[in-house]
T-cell receptor
Framework: DARVTQTPRHKVTEMGQEVTMRCQPI?????VFWYRQTMMQGLELLAY????????DSGMPKDRFSAEMPDATLATLKIQPSEPRDSAVYFC??????????????FGPGTRLTVT | AQKVTQAQTEISVVEKEDVTLDCVYE???????LFWYKQPPSGELVFLIR??????QNEISGRYSWNFQKSTSSFNFTITASQVVDSAVYFC????????????????FGQGTELSVKP
């Protein structure tokens, strides 16, 4: 049963520290998404990649967030420096967006980030 | 602009009752996709169903059924004979068409409906 994996599952850090979250998408999926969930904003897209190329990162605060996909089995989301308002659950999802069809996305368990 | 509205913030029912979760969407795309996801108390997001804009057939899967109506831009979800295990937050989501550069696929989520099923 293929699943998206995310590490760490929980992270507590102090303001100003660097945070790196990792995601392993389902093998064979060509699109990887990063979403953030907060009580106030709900679920919102931060960035996504297709065939490892970034397609849209307009949802990310550019000055402190960066997303990369160094290879097909790893996506990373980095926050530097972190701030208390970044506290949220960060989800990675992967899907197979073949041609012009949008298929379902499968979500990882999330990384719960707390910035104090 | 694309938007998904789930007007019901919280719903509480007693076990075995039927319950319908409403979802209304806005999009200018002619090709689009609609989804429902379940988020149980454990926090993960579980895919339930995907529909494309050209397929208005209703779908039934066990106790779950979905009613897609383009005329009212709605994609409602009904749970028949609800059970305590159905307690969760349910999200409706919209994905636009591929776009000029095949950049489609990102999900626009509604705010979610928290369903509580009491024994």
């Amino acid at each position: 049963d293929a699943r998206v994996t995310q590490t760490p599952r929980h992270k507590v850090t102090e303001m100003g520290q660097e945070v790196t979250m990792r995601c392993q998408p389902i093998l064979g999926h060509n699109t990887v998404f990063w979403y953030r969930q907060t009580m106030m904003q709900g679920l919102e897209l931060l960035a996504y990649f297709r065939n490892r190329a970034p397609l849209d990162d307009s949802g990310m605060p550019k000055d402190r967030f960066s997303a990369e996909m160094p290879d097909a089995t790893l996506a990373t989301l980095k926050i530097q420096p972190s701030e208390p308002r970044d506290s949220a659950v960060y989800f990675c999802a992967s899907g197979d967006q073949s041609g012009t069809v949008s298929y379902e996305q499968y979500f990882g368990p999330g990384t719960r980030l707390t910035v104090t | 602009a694309q938007k998904v509205t789930q007007a019901q913030t919280e719903i509480s029912v007693v076990e075995k009752e039927d319950v319908t979760l409403d979802c209304v969407y806005e999009t200018r795309d002619t090709t689009y996709y609609l989804f429902w996801y379940k988020q149980p108390p454990s926090g993960e997001l579980v895919f339930l169903i995907r529909r494309n804009s050209f397929d208005e057939q209703n779908e039934i899967s066990g106790r779950y059924s979905w009613n897609f109506q383009k005329s009212t831009s709605s994609f409602n979800f009904t749970i028949t004979a609800s059970q305590v295990v159905d307690s969760a937050v349910y999200f409706c989501a919209l994905s636009g068409g591929p776009g000029l550069y095949n950049q489609g696929g990102k999900l626009i989520f509604g705010q979610g409906t928290e369903l509580s099923v009491k024994p």
